[in-house]
């Protein structure tokens, strides 16, 4: 039986609901253990407490200068639209899979900065990230993609200052193995406000941040001063939670649309939609093991409380059933939720792809 067509993509409003004890409780609970759950808040203490001293002298002593700043070779002066793109290897390669990726956001009219965390770059790989890029910069490795961005959006105000468009983006997924242009029409055809690909209720309603897109220019400007606003942390949980989490509210306060190409209810109706993706997510999470014996609106009701990672609970359907062009990097690499069935996630990817499989499988040797 052939798997069935994806649907249109179709941007849907973030769920307006504030963040509850029950929700921020289950987002670190995605193994479903209570024991897990416990691990997870120690976790967090450690960290945090750990961060904090080194905070403090950060702040005292003054952030140390960028690294390495160099002119791209397509500069895009008067750029309308402006993509910052944040990258991280080990071994400080700038994939093939990352330079397509900084080419098709090129080709769609971006001024590309590109912003590596890697401790060395091979010049090589600098050389050929500069291709498709009107600024190449590499920087400390501190606070994460919201750190890097809040690092290059004073230069990349002051060189477009008339762009009514910017994207934040990173290399934490693998693809595109869909056609990109579509979905960027998608975005695009939204209007002004704030759009991401995905929506996740972990810890709150929110845009999952690897993919973020400002349009119009009151809302680029508000993007920016969230940015620049925003206070830095050597903690992953502190800037996950003044970032990501908190951006989609900010933007929203401020008036503006918020919304997400696939929502996270329409990830839920469509995975509830096809028994075969049922008994596959209900095999993935011990809270959803009787998710077939439950009537259709209780097990909405469940998705719906029981929030699960997008991207990988969902990455089936999501892929199958709505046309989702990328695979998360940490789902296809780690696969921290052990979920089953990620073995073969190259069956999910076409032969004509953007990003075929021997693109991918290269750039995950350079992590």
Excluded at 336 to 341: A, D, H, S, V, W
Aim: hydrophobic residues 45%; proline residues 8%; glycine residues 8%.
């Amino acid at each position: 039986m052939t798997a069935p067509s994806p649907e249109p993509y179709r941007l849907t409003e973030l769920t307006s609901e504030r963040p509850g004890v029950r929700r921020a409780l289950h987002g670190y609970s995605t193994a479903g253990t209570w024991r897990r759950l416990a691990w997870r808040v120690g976790q967090v203490l450690l960290e945090v407490a750990g961060a904090l001293p080194r905070d403090a002298l950060r702040q005292r002593r003054g952030a140390p200068p960028l690294i390495r700043l160099a002119e791209g070779a397509d500069p895009r002066p008067g750029a309308a639209a402006v993509a910052l793109y944040v990258h991280y290897s080990g071994s400080g390669q700038v994939s093939e899979m990352v330079r397509r990726q900084l080419e098709a956001l090129a080709e769609a009219g971006f001024a590309v900065v590109f912003v590596t965390m890697a401790p060395t770059v091979p010049e090589p790989d600098w050389q050929a990230a500069r291709r498709h890029c009107a600024l190449v910069v590499q920087r400390r490795n501190f606070a994460r993609d919201f750190g890097a961005w809040q690092d290059l959006a004073g230069e990349a105000r002051r060189r477009w200052p008339g762009a009514t468009e910017w994207l934040l983006a990173n290399d934490s997924v693998l693809g595109p193995i869909l056609p990109f242009g579509p979905v960027l029409a998608a975005l695009r055809a939204g209007g002004a406000g704030l759009f991401g690909l995905t929506e996740s209720i972990q810890g709150g309603p929110h845009l999952q941040s690897y993919f973020l897109l400002a349009r119009g220019a009151a809302a680029v400007a508000d993007l920016q001063e969230f940015l620049l606003g925003m206070r830095m942390s050597h903690s992953k949980w502190l800037v996950v939670n003044r970032g990501e989490l908190r951006l989609a509210r900010w933007m929203r306060d401020r008036g503006h649309r918020v919304a997400a190409l696939f929502g996270y209810r329409r990830l839920v109706e469509a995975t509830l939609a096809d028994p075969a993706e049922r008994a596959a997510l209900a095999a993935m999470h011990p809270a959803l093991a009787g998710l077939e014996a439950l009537s259709p609106a209780a097990r909405e009701a469940l998705l719906l409380t029981q929030p699960l990672n997008p991207t990988h609970h969902f990455w089936l359907a999501q892929r199958r059933r709505l046309g989702f062009p990328f695979l998360k990097t940490e789902l296809i690499r780690r696969n921290p939720g052990r979920l089953p069935g990620i073995a073969g996630w190259r069956d999910l990817v076409p032969p004509d792809a953007p990003c075929p499989v021997p693109v991918i499988e290269a750039h995950l040797a350079t992590l």
